[in-house]
């Protein structure tokens, strides 16, 4: 079992494999990252060919674009018989595609598998799995991703997957930018944010994404599960994805203004409900003590 990329989600994949007792190889290119997945038992390769070379099954957990077809590269250069590569991350349709092609002339079985969930969602065994690609290969690697998290829907073969992932990082992205707006105008009020925060997770617009938040927003806690530039670069791909497929996205269209506005007042490297925090240091009362 191999495993390249490892970021907050490609570490947290990583510590439930390990828990489940797989055998597990990792790459990532700043070598530090490892050493805590080394030190649980983890062999690291030194790199992603190398990786690829050790084991049948790849998974990917990767920023962008430009890095999933980097890696790609590498893995598909010389691949075991019957290897997999399941790459977990969210990347454009188009770069998708193009990687299919090249796992195809390598006869290499790719299955998209996007996420929905966050590191903390993965340590607590909960994560959804969006999966398309040839239903066989995912039987195969079944009892891989059901360690990683429980639910996973197939919705295609080809780059389904990958639409389907956007579109749910579309609501939450939307998501965010309401519970800010709410959450603003609430305490610009004086309502105290706990209270807010409770009533909003046991409303009917109680999402689950409302309840992993407010620990973090009542700690004022932006940290990152999910940085502001990775969001800003989802909606980038929902929009180009909107275009080729000759449809308007209004709302998408105005977050990726909030994003570029809340990357460039300082909070890109913060979790993207930092959202909050921006839109409330623009708020007339942001000099006022808030209840909490």
């Known amino acids: 079992m191999g495993l390249i990329g490892l970021g907050n989600m490609g570490t947290a994949v990583a510590e439930r494999l ?9 790459y990532n290119r700043t070598p530090s990252k490892a050493e805590p997945l080394a030190a649980r038992g983890a062999t690291v390769a030194g790199s992603a060919a190398d990786l690829a070379g050790e084991t049948d099954v790849v998974l990917t ?3 962008d674009d430009d890095a999933l077809e980097a890696v790609a590269g590498d893995v598909l250069s010389e691949p075991r018989p019957g290897t997999v590569l399941v790459d977990l991350s969210t990347v ?8 299919a092609s090249v796992a195809e002339a390598a006869s290499v079985d790719y299955l998209r598998a996007p996420v929905s969930g966050n590191p903390s969602v993965v340590r607590a065994g909960t994560l959804s799995f969006i999966v398309s690609g040839p239903r066989d290969a995912l039987e195969r690697v079944a009892p891989v991703i059901r360690a990683i998290g429980p639910t996973v829907h197939h919705v295609g073969e080809g ?4 639409i389907v992932k956007l579109t749910i990082n579309l609501m939450i992205a939307g998501l965010a930018q309401l519970m800010s707006e709410a959450l603003v105008l609430g305490e610009a ?3 105290s944010r706990e209270a807010l925060l409770e009533v909003m997770g046991s409303s009917a617009a109680g999402a689950p994404f409302v309840k992993y938040k407010t620990e973090p927003l009542l700690r004022d806690d932006y940290s990152a599960t ?4 990775l969001m800003e670069k989802d909606i980038d791909l929902i929009l180009d994805a909107a275009e080729e497929h000759g449809v308007e996205l209004p709302v998408a269209r105005d977050l990726k203004g909030l994003l570029r506005a809340a990357v460039e007042a300082g909070h890109a490297d913060d979790d993207f409900i930092a959202l909050f925090l ?4 623009a708020s007339r009362y942001s000099d006022q003590e808030v209840v909490r």
Do not use: I, K, N, Y
Not at 19 to 24: I, Q, R, S, T, V
Not at 226 to 229: D, L, Q, V
Not at 278 to 281: A, G, K, V
């Open 18 to 26: 390990l828990e489940a007792d797989f055998p597990l190889v990792v």
């Open 61 to 63: 957990s990767l920023s």
């Open 92 to 99: 454009s349709p188009a770069a998708s595609a193009r990687v």
């Open 159 to 162: 780059e389904e997957a990958r």
């Open 189 to 191: 009020a004086g309502v």
């Open 226 to 229: 999910f940085t502001t530039a």
């Open 278 to 281: 921006h839109l409330r240091s």
